[in-house]
């Protein structure tokens, strides 16, 4: 980033000392004219110039004239200048009194003392201002040659917004340019702050987007209201502005307001490739009309599922969860931005199956989408009997009621975890898949799995941790610098499951054509430094150490599986995957169950080491909470 160029105080005193000279001839010859009176008077201003070259300077330097920073200068400085000459004059014209009195010379203009402020105010003032605007107009022509610059419109032109406009001003390597306020005050229409004009009020801000070109909306307004903020969202959202708010200086001061409120980290920045986009024709067919389920409707996959199904027009969205204030939280949301959506809450526990036989046989829903499973790979090793009954029991008890009440598609979210797994969470994870598959292929319903990675800005996902490590000052904690996963966000998350249900003909796996994993410490190098900060220098970055049967990268698919291309370019469906099957899978899974009831996590390890295909959980040590996978 371009630095703002900086003039030495010693180069500021050689320039007071050359105008203190112009200043007091000036002052003379303003007063007497040039001619034969001037050189009467000439004694007296050799003598002035003299007295002011000593007095001067020091009072200056006393007051501290030499000690800023000037191309940051504002109104403070101005009163500062005015003291300091004012101040600076008091001893000249006393000393010069004095001198007259005692004939040192014949005479002396006394109004010349007078002018002599007046220019000095001028001369010091004008010095030290044209030293800012210099390193302004400096600033900004590297800025210009360093990258384009962005066009900033600013909502509300209060003291905030006033605030964004001269900092911008002032600090033009920032590469942000004002364009403009919108407030609602009609006495601001048409007036301008800092040369920035009001250009309308709060409603005409889309057609201002459509009209001018504007590459990023600020809101200076600390205190806005959620309506205000709601409606710069939805319109700068509509035509793909990016949008940001200032928080108040009160916040600031008071810690209120964390590194990631001053700067928001766009996830997909994160990616380091495009986005997926979905194929819409293929969700129409698929949720329009139906009644349709959503098991662990609070989490951040299952909630964002609930939001994308609402845009198709369901009948009926049934949102499931077990914690009752996620599941509230969800409805609010859906209430709020869907309010004709017919939405019926449920806390259920997917282990309860006469609980979910009631929820089936109340409102027959057509669709299942089944979100609800323990993910937390760390706690879930210190808490194996209830993976079990989560993620496995509780997965066969949903798709058991599923076939008991005709749904005509069901589909289940997994983790790449689930291959080849070294870890509780992934092994029933792969059990759940087998179970949904081997459902279909028995049936021939349209049942499927959906499989991706890592989850940006998920519950329980590395991406809050390391905001939260950020937040603290650091550091911030990996285990190896040579860890890498795969990595999506949630809006792709959820694409790739509606995709699923759509082209599901039963008995596949879905999977993203995710590209190349992410290294762990380019993730948290991006973060560090899109929370405007940088790696090594203001976060330290500090590993914990591998732990013994860790692996270093995961796996979307097993080796030998057969990968066909779907409807969708970058979706890929798996066939052909070796799996228990029949009487082989559900014995079992009644064995694990039984032996999670009696409390032998040992022997559940054991059991899922030796049915599960690659699977190396016995060679990995209890997790700590705190760990990164």
């Known amino acids: 980033m371009p630095r703002k160029p900086h003039i030495s105080n010693r180069y500021l005193l050689l320039g007071d000392l050359f105008f203190i000279v112009v200043s007091v001839f000036a002052s003379y010859a303003l007063r007497l004219d040039i001619g034969p009176v001037l050189m009467f008077y000439l004694p007296s201003a050799l003598w002035m110039i003299g007295i002011s070259l000593v007095v001067k300077p020091l009072v200056y330097y006393t007051l501290g004239l030499y000690r800023r920073m000037w191309m940051y200068a504002s109104m403070r400085e101005l009163k500062l200048i005015a003291i300091a000459v004012t101040v600076a004059e008091i001893p000249v014209f006393m000393a010069m009194i004095s001198l007259l009195s005692l004939n040192i010379f014949r005479g002396m203009p006394r109004t010349a003392l007078v002018i002599d402020w007046l220019l000095s105010l001028i001369f010091v003032g004008g010095l030290r201002f044209s030293v800012r605007l210099w390193s302004e107009s400096v600033a900004r022509a590297q800025a210009a040659r360093q990258g384009q610059t962005r066009r900033v419109l600013i909502v509300g032109a209060g003291d905030a917004g006033a605030l964004v406009v001269r900092e911008l001003q002032k600090n033009p390597q920032l590469n942000l340019e004002p364009i403009g306020f919108l407030d609602d005050n009609p006495a601001k229409l048409r007036q301008q702050i800092y040369g920035i004009p009001v250009i309308g009020t709060l409603e005409d801000l889309a057609e201002t987007l459509e009209r001018r070109r504007v590459d990023e909306v600020v809101i200076a307004i600390p205190s806005a209201p959620g309506r205000v903020v709601r409606l710069v969202a939805d319109a700068c959202r509509g035509r793909g502005v990016p949008f940001r708010t200032i928080p108040g200086i009160y916040e600031l001061l008071g810690g209120k307001v964390s590194v990631n409120r001053l700067r928001e980290v766009d996830i997909t920045d994160l990616l380091r490739r495009q986005p997926t986009q979905l194929k819409e024709e293929l969700m129409g067919q698929t949720l329009n009309g139906r009644i349709v389920l959503v098991t662990g409707g609070g989490g951040s996959i299952g909630r964002e599922l609930c939001r994308q199904i609402a845009r198709w027009g369901p009948s009926m969205l049934i949102l499931m969860g077990h914690g009752e204030n996620s599941v509230f939280e969800a409805v609010l949301d859906l209430q709020e931005n869907f309010p004709s959506l017919l939405v019926k809450p449920v806390i259920a526990d997917v282990r309860d199956q006469p609980r979910l036989q009631t929820i089936f046989s109340q409102y027959h829903p057509q669709v299942v989408f089944h979100a609800a499973a323990h993910k937390h790979v760390p706690l879930m090793e210190l808490n194996v009997e209830d993976a079990i009954t989560n993620n496995v029991m509780g997965t066969r008890n949903l798709v058991e009621t599923a076939l008991d009440y005709g749904v005509e598609r069901l589909v289940m979210i997994s983790t790449d975890k689930a291959i080849r797994p070294a870890n509780v969470m992934g092994a029933t994870k792969r059990l759940a898949e087998m179970l949904v598959l081997d459902a279909a292929r028995r049936t021939g319903k349209p049942f499927s799995v959906v499989r991706f990675g890592n989850v940006l800005g998920s519950r329980g996902s590395v991406v809050p941790k390391f905001k939260r490590q950020i937040a603290r000052g ?136 030796c049915i599960i295909p690659g699977a190396m959980i016995r060679s990995t040590p209890p997790s700590q909470i705190e760990s990164i996978d």
């Open 474 to 609: 650091g550091p911030v904690t990996i285990t190896h610098p040579d860890m890498e996963r795969f990595f999506m966000t949630i809006p792709e998350a959820v694409y790739l499951v509606l995709q699923a249900a759509g082209m599901s003909n039963g008995c596949e796996t879905f999977v993203l054509n995710m590209g190349q994993p992410v290294r762990i410490q380019d993730l948290a190098e991006d973060l560090i430094r899109l929370s405007g900060l940088e790696p090594g220098r203001d976060i330290e970055i500090t590993y914990t150490g591998i732990r013994l049967g860790e692996k270093l990268s995961e796996q979307l698919w097993e080796e030998g599986d057969i990968l066909e291309p779907t409807e969708h370019p970058e979706i890929l469906r798996l066939m052909g995957q070796t799996n228990l099957q029949d009487l082989e899978l559900q014995t079992a899974v009644d064995d694990l169950i039984e032996l999670a009831r009696s409390g032998d996590a040992p022997a559940i390890i054991a059991t899922l080491d």
